[in-house]
Nanobody, 124 residues
Framework: QVQLVESGGGLVQAGGSLRLSCAAS????????MSWYRQAPGKQRELVAT???????NYADSVKGRFTISRDNAKNTVYLQMNSLKPEDTAVYYC??????????????????WGQGTQVTVSS
């Protein structure tokens, strides 16, 4: 009933930029927090950035100053602008929506959803 779809991944040279998008669809009333995670092969999934419904942001130390997370609440969409990309940024990037409220026959609250991921590859 709620789906997240990421887009914008691809291959880029070190020092380049990419902009990721994640659109949530369904009968969504609100989303508290939207985040980007990433997972490299053989490594644990890690939190990259979070933005709250009020626009407050938090970043992993490894991406501070390079990445910017933002959201459009009217579109239920979150973005990740990635600049000065490094080879170590190579990973599958996943969108997450936490504290989702959606309305079906009843109103569901406190739900968590994941997108299926988009590949980001940074060449050296």
């Amino acid at each position: 009933q709620v789906q997240l779809v990421e887009s914008g991944g691809g291959l880029v040279q070190a020092g380049g930029s990419l902009r990721l998008s994640c659109a949530a669809s369904g009968s969504i009333v609100s989303i508290n927090d939207m985040s980007w995670y990433r997972q490299a092969p053989g490594k644990q999934r890690e939190l990259v950035a979070t933005v709250t419904s009020g626009g407050r942001t938090n970043y992993a130390d490894s991406v501070k100053g390079r990445f910017t997370i933002s959201r459009d609440n009217a579109k239920n969409t979150v973005y990740l602008q990635m600049n000065s990309l490094k080879p170590e940024d190579t990973a599958v990037y996943y969108c997450n929506a936490n504290g989702v409220v959606y309305k079906a026959t009843i109103i569901y609250t406190g739900l968590n959803y994941w997108g299926q991921g988009t590949q980001v590859t940074v060449s050296s």
